[in-house]
C-alpha cells in the first residue's frame, strides 16, 4: 500500500501552531513535536488482541437474570388471529412469555419520523409486516429452555399481500401495509432551488439515467445485546446495551415505555465489537426487553444471533434514483433533475428518513451546479426496517450521480475525467454554498485530482488498459469524484418537514458533543466523551490530544469511553455515527482540555511571576515562557485543587474538571425555503480504478484502485488509513457481493454468510491511499470524517470501470458474474427435459409466488402391482410411516389429513404443524398431493403429482413437484435445500420398497460433511 500526504496551504489552511494562552512557543523554547499528525499505533489493541476487553456480552449479569428468545414472524404481511401461549408457559424453566398484549398494556408504540398515521410497536399488536417481525418473547432461566418453549407457542395467521419492491410499492392498487394510510407512499416532498426549469430550457441538451441501489448491511462482528432490568419503586428502567447512538432516540425509547427521559438510565459497554452505524437499530430491542423485565419482575438478558441480525436488524434503506442533467456541449452541467424513492422497510422507523435526507445539503456533490429540483418519495415495503448504515445514504447518492456524470461523458464522446474536472467547484469559491444549502467549507478539489492522477500513476494505468484490450481482453477504467459529510446537522431530518410544521414543532439544528477532562489528585489526567468506540481508535486520538495540551505523554492520560446516561454528561447528538469523533468529539475534548489548562495558568501565574498568557505547559512542567527554568511539576499544580484548595488566589475556583459542550456554528435549522447545511464540514475524495472482467465467467477483478483523500487535519495518520481500508472493504462488499435478497412474497433468502456474501481479506485488494490535508475552519482541530468515504465513492467507480469494460449499461448491484456473463454471452437455451433418474431434483429456483423455490421429478421402481401400491399411499398409518419425520397423522376430513413432522435441514431442526391433501384421485393411476404447514422456522407449502404405471417387475412411479419454504428454513438452510430434498424424497422411496415387500436399494455413501453433520444431530 502506498501513502501520500500533502499539507494544504494558502487559502482555507489553518496554521501549525495555535497562539491561546498556554500553547504558543517563543524561538528559544523549541517545542517538541506534537502528538496529533503522528501515525501512533492503537492503546486499544492490547486489551483486544489479549482477550480481556469488555464487551456487553461479557459483562455480568445479576442474580435471577431471565434469558429471552424471540419469537419471529415467519410470513412478509399478515394479520395476527391469536397467540396460544400455554404450552410455552408450562415447558421446564419458563418464566414469562411476553406478547403484544403486554406491549399495548404497559408501553407505547414509536414516534415516527413523518406526519403518518402509522403504528410501530416493539412487539406486533395485530398484523406482522416483515418476515422476523418479534412477535413473542419466552424469557427462561436460560437461553436453551426459551428457545425450546418457541417452538410451542401456536400463532394464528391470516396472510395478506406483501409489498415486495419500490415499484408494487407506488402502485396505488398494492395493499397498504398500514390501514391508516391510502398507500404505500408514505412521504412525499419537491424542492426546488436557483432557476432549473430555465437552465433545462436553454442547455443544449438533456442526459439522464436511472439507478437502483439495492438493501445492503455492514454486518458487524458482534450482534446486538441487551440487559433491561425494571426498578418497580421508582417505575425506572436500567439498561446496558452496546448502543452506537444517536442519543436523539432516548427520547424515543422513554416514550415508548411510557417514562420519562430521567427514569430511563442508558448504559454502554466501555469495547463494541464494530457497528458501523447498524448498533443504532437495537434500540427497539432495549425497548422490547425493558418491557420484559417490568413484565416479569426480574432482570433480563438478551444476545442476538447472526440470524435474527441478517434477517430483522436494519439495513441501508434501497434507493431507486432517476436524474436528468441539461447539459452545455463541453460537459458542463447547469442544472440537475432528481427523482428520489426510498424504501424504508415496513416501518418508518427513527431516525429515518435520515438516510434519504442526510445528504440533502450536498446533493450535487463535488460539482459546482446552481440550479436543482428535487422530488423525494418514501416508500414502505414488506422487509426489515432501514437504519444507520455505513455512509448512510452517501453510496444511494453518489451511485446516481457518479453513474449520471460519466453517461455525461459518454453520450458527448468525452474523458469522463474531463467531464469531472470541468464541473468541480473551484477553490477561490471555497466556503462554496450549494444549491441546497450546504457550505463546503475548505479544500482545492482541482489540485487534488491533479495530485490522484500523476502520484497514482492514471496514465501508465491508462497504457495498461489499451495494451489488453489489444490482446481481447475486457478491461476498463471507472471515475468518481465525491464530498464526504461529517458531524450530521440534527435539523437535516426536519427538512422533510414543511416551513409550517417546522414552525409549529420548534427549530432544530447543530450537533452537540460532549467531552470532560479531569485532573486528579496525583495529577492524572482522565478524559470521558459520549462516543462509544467501535474501532476507529478512540482512546488513542483522545489521548494524544489531551496530551498535547497539557505538555504530558500519552501514558498520562487516562480515556473512558463507556457511557452511563445517569452520571456523564450527554446530549442529544451524543453517539458514534456520521463521522462525528474526530471533528467533534476529539474536538470538544480539545476545547475542555484547553479551558481547564487555561483554569489552571491562572491559578499558577502568580507563583511564576507570570502573566496567565505567558505560562507554558510541556514536557510534565509549567513553566513561564520567559524563564523555562522558573517551572513547576504538572502534578504539583495539577494537585493544588485538591490537596491545597485554601492556597488558591481570592474568588478563583480549583481547576479540577471541565466539560465542553460544543456544537459547530454553521449547522442552522433549515430556511423556510428548505436550505439546509446538512453537515458541518466536507471532506474530498478522487478514486478511479482499473478493472479486468473474464470474459468466460463475468467475474470482476480489481486491478488496481486508487483513492485520494482530503479529510482535513489528519489526526493520526495511521488509524485514517485503517478506516479508509474497513470503508473500501464494506464498499467492494455493496459492488460486487452482497445484498439482501427476498423472494416476491417477502420471505428473505440471504440469513447467512453462504448466501449473503461478505468479502473477505481474499477477495479485497489492497488499495493505493494518498492523502491532501486541507484543514477545516469549522472543528476545534481542523480535521473532517474520513471513515465513510469509500462506501459512497467506490461502488459508483467500480460500476463506472464495469460500464469502460463493457462499453455500454452494467446491471444493478451487486455486480456478480451471473448478471455481467449475461451481458456477455448469449442466452442459454432451456434446459433440456429431466431423464427421469430417481430423486433428480431440481436446483432452488423462484416459485411463483416467489421465496426459496424447488422443483424436482423422478421415478422408481417398487416390488408391488399398482393396486398395492395406491393402497399404501391411501392408508394415513401406511403414509405416515412413509413421511420421513411424521410423528401423527390424523384425519382432517375427506382425503384430508393433519400431520405433525419434524424436519432438519441444515443447523435448523423445527415441528411443523401440516395440512395434507389428496385430489384429482384416479384409482390406481394417478394422484395429486398438496400441502403446506407452518412452525416457528417459517412456512412451506407444495404439491406432488404421483403416476403409478404397471411394469413386468411391478410399479413405476413417476412424480413431479414444486415447493416452496419461508421463514429460518428458507434463510437459513437455503443452499441445502436441494440435498436435503433429494435425502428426504429418497428416504420417502426407500420406505415404500420396503413396506411393499421388496429390499430397499442399496444407498450412497454419505459425503465427509453429511457423516459430520449426522453426528451433530444436524441433519437427519
Known sequence: MTAMRTVESGAGGRAAVDHRPGVAVTDAEPAAQPFVGRPMPRVEDAALLTGVARYADDLPAKPGTLHAAILRSPHAHAEILGIDTAAALATSG?????????????????????RAPMEHWCLAVDRVRHVGEPIAVVLADSRYHAEDALDRIEVRYRPLPPVTSIGQALDPASTPLHPGLASNLVNSRSFRYGDPEGAFARAARTVSIEVEFPRNSCTPMECFVVLAEHDAAEDAYEILSNFSGPFAVHPVMAKALNVPGSRLRLKTPPHSGGSFGNKQAVFPYIVLMGLCARVSGRPVKWVEDRLEHLMAATSATARR???????????????????????????????????????????????????????????????TPTGLNRG??????????????????AELGLDPLDVI????????????????????????????????????????LKARRDALRAQGR????????????????????????????RRKAGPKNGAQATASVAVDPTGGVSVHVSSAPQ?????????????????????DIRVNTDLDTGKDAWSIASGNYSSRFAGAVAGAAQVAATRLRDRMAALVAGSLNSRPEEVRFAGGKVFAAGNPDNALSFSRVAAAGHWAPGTLPDGREAALRETAFWTPEPLKAPTDADHINSSACYGFIVDFCGVEIDRDTGAVRIDRYVTMHDAGRLLNPLLVEGQILGGFAHAVGAALYEEYAYGDDGRFLSGTFADYLVPTACEVPVPVILHRESPSPVTPLGAKGVGEGNCMSTPACLANAVADALGGPVPSLPLTPAKIAALIHPPEPPRPAAAGAAGAVGAPAPSASGGRGLTGEGSREVPAPP????????????????????????????????????????????????????????????????????????????????????TAGGTRVT??????????????????????????????????????????????????????????????
Not at 538 to 554: C, N, P, S
Request: charge should be negative; glycine fraction near 12%.
Open 959 to 1020: 412424480y413431479r413437484y414444486s415447493a416452496e419454504v419461508g421463514g429460518k428454513v428458507a434463510a437459513v438452510g437455503g443452499r441445502m435445500l436441494d440435498s436435503a430434498s433429494r435425502l428426504l424424497i429418497g428416504q420417502f422411496f426407500e420406505k415404500l420398497v420396503a413396506r411393499a415387500g421388496g429390499a430397499p436399494a442399496p444407498a450412497e455413501r454419505p459425503g465427509l460433511l453429511t457423516r459430520l453433520l449426522r453426528f451433530l444431530g444436524l441433519n437427519r
Open 421 to 460: 474536472r470541468r464541473n468541480l467547484v473551484a477553490a477561490d469559491a471555497m466556503p462554496y454554498r450549494t444549491a441546497s444549502g450546504g457550505s463546503l467549507d475548505s479544500g482545492d478539489y482541482h489540485a487534488t485530482l491533479d495530485e490522484a492522477v500523476r502520484d497514482g500513476a492514471l496514465d501508465a
Open 94 to 114: 419458563v418464566a414469562a412469555v411476553v406478547t403484544g398484549a403486554d406491549a399495548k398494556r404497559v408501553a407505547s408504540p414509536f414516534l415516527v419520523g413523518v
Open 535 to 555: 474501532g476507529q481508535g478512540h482512546r488513542t486520538v483522545l489521548a494524544q490530544v489531551v496530551a498535547d495540551v497539557f505538555g504530558l505523554g500519552v501514558e
Open 392 to 409: 448512510f445514504g452517501g453510496g444511494q447518492l453518489y451511485y446516481g450521480l457518479e453513474r449520471l456524470m460519466n453517461r455525461v461523458a
Open 867 to 950: 393396486e398395492q401400491v395406491w393402497a399404501i399411499l391411501l392408508d394415513p398409518k401406511e403414509l405416515a410411516a412413509l413421511l420421513p419425520g411424521c410423528e401423527a397423522l390424523d384425519h382432517a376430513g375427506p382425503d384430508a389429513y393433519r400431520a405433525e413432522v419434524v424436519v432438519g435441514i441444515g443447523p435448523v431442526r423445527g415441528r411443523y404443524t401440516a395440512e395434507v391433501a389428496l385430489s384429482d384421485l384416479d384409482p390406481p393411476r394417478s394422484l395429486t398431493l398438496t400441502g403446506s404447514g407452518a412452525s416457528a422456522l417459517g412456512t412451506g407449502r407444495g404439491t406432488g403429482h404421483v403416476t403409478l404405471e404397471r
Open 321 to 383: 434514483m432517476r436524474i436528468d442533467a441539461a447539459v452545455e456541449p463541453d460537459g458542463k452541467v447547469l442544472a440537475l433533475r432528481m427523482e428520489q424513492t426510498e424504501d424504508c422497510g415496513a416501518y418508518l422507523r427513527a431516525p429515518e428518513p435520515a438516510s434519504l435526507y442526510r445528504n440533502h445539503g450536498n446533493l450535487t456533490g463535488a460539482y459546482d451546479i446552481p440550479h436543482l429540483a428535487v422530488t423525494n418519495r418514501i416508500v414502505v415495503t414488506s422487509k
Open 474 to 501: 475486457l478491461y476498463g477504467i471507472g471515475y468518481a469524484a465525491v464530498v464526504e459529510p461529517s458531524i450530521s446537522n440534527m435539523g437535516y431530518i426536519t427538512t422533510v418537514l414543511t416551513a409550517e410544521e
